[in-house]
């Protein structure tokens, strides 16, 4: 059962989210070899980096010089995080399509994430956008499902906070899974929701793999009618914010399963897993991606000779 014909936009995340809580440091010059490859793969998105304290996020603190040297296309929008002003100050010296500004629902994440109320996020936030000088401003509400301190978030709040974004005058959101604790029927419920009540919205669904829930959540968001989701080549990362969190639903996974159910998804799956490839021999940690490591669904196996032999016993042709 094909949940959707609409085509579905995927938007790479891990050389931010991914990345900022890698196994070591990934050199400047390999961070734009891989956003080049990213670049060429259909890829709606990407987020590059992250404008933020270099003490907080080291393996990111080479930010400007990534978007000085990458090579374009034209076909891609390219955004990074920023936590707070001086983020977009040094973003605005850059060339962007986009900032991604975050805030959590939860006001402990928010805290432990930025040292900041929710509602001192929110006025930052407005000032962020006034100031963005026609720069596309995204808004990320994180834990929207959970938070590692305090526990399930209720969907009213979500719903009160998008308004909130909205009423600031930002141009998209994105409804994070932070920690990975939704489940399908809680994507489909709170998407519904989303939807219904900001028909005009451009919706990205931010998920976490951490218990293995992210693509079933993935295609749960497509049946409540979303079109556009985050993840990271490999699955790599975690937030270095969010106690227990693992890397983002992987790409080729996510791409692989879209694909191969028959969605609308015109990502290069081969240009994909190598690009992981590049990525893995980059990283200390294993990925935790499946496809790269299994092959597609595509993949044969060599018959052995045995086999081989017993069917023409049995006079069956293979
Ligand atoms: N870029 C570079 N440096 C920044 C910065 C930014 N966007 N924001 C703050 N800083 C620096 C300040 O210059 C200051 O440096 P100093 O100690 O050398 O003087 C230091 O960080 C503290 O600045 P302050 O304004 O007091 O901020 P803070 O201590 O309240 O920190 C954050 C707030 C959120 C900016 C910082 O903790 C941060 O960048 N966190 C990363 C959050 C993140 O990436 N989370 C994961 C993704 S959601
Ligand atoms: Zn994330």
């Known amino acids: 059962?094909?949940?959707?014909?609409?085509?579905?936009?995927?938007?790479?995340?891990?050389?931010?989210?991914?990345?900022?809580?890698a196994g070591s440091f990934i050199e400047t010059p390999d961070k734009v070899d891989l956003i080049n490859q990213l670049s060429k793969l259909g890829l709606t998105k990407i987020e590059v980096t992250s404008f933020v304290s270099p003490k907080a996020v080291p393996l990111l603190a080479d930010a400007e010089e990534v978007l000085q040297t990458i090579e374009r296309n034209s076909a891609v929008q390219y955004t990074a995080l920023i936590p707070n002003l001086r983020g977009l100050e040094r973003a605005?010296?850059?060339?962007?399509?986009?900032?991604?500004?975050?805030?959590?629902?939860?006001?402990?994440?928010?805290?432990?994430?930025?040292?900041?109320?929710?509602?001192?996020?929110?006025?930052?936030?407005?000032?962020?956008?006034?100031?963005?000088?026609?720069?596309?401003?995204?808004?990320?509400?994180?834990?929207?499902?959970?938070?590692p301190f305090s526990g399930p978030t209720e969907p009213r709040e979500v719903l009160n906070w998008a308004q909130r974004y909205l009423d600031v005058g930002i141009d998209s959101l994105t409804v994070a899974d932070t920690i990975g604790a939704a489940t399908p029927g809680q994507v489909y419920s709170l998407c519904k929701q989303i939807l219904t009540r900001f028909p005009n919205i451009e919706l990205t669904l931010h998920l976490h793999n951490t218990r293995g829930l992210g693509i079933a959540n993935a295609l749960a968001g497509i049946a409540a009618g979303v079109r556009r989701f985050d993840a990271s080549f490999g699955g790599v990362g975690g937030c270095p914010y969010a106690p227990g969190a693992t890397g983002n639903v992987c790409t080729e996974d996510l791409v692989h399963a879209l694909q191969f159910d028959g969605y609308s998804c015109a990502v290069d799956l081969e240009g994909l897993i190598a690009a992981t490839d590049t990525l893995a021999a980059l990283l200390p940690e294993q990925l935790p991606g499946l496809v790269r490591a299994s092959g597609t669904s595509k993949k044969r196996h060599p018959m052995s000779e045995g086999l081989r032999k017993l069917a023409s016993e049995k006079r069956i042709s293979l």
């Open 92 to 147: 605005l010296q850059t060339e962007l399509d986009e900032v991604n500004v975050v805030m959590s629902i939860s006001e402990a994440h928010n805290l432990a994430n930025l040292r900041l109320s929710c509602s001192e996020s929110m006025a930052q936030i407005a000032t962020i956008v006034e100031r963005s000088a026609g720069l596309r401003v995204n808004g990320t509400l994180a834990t929207a499902f959970a938070c």
């Open 1 to 21: 059962m094909l949940l959707s014909t609409d085509p579905i936009y995927i938007q790479e995340v891990g050389m931010r989210d991914g990345l900022q809580s």
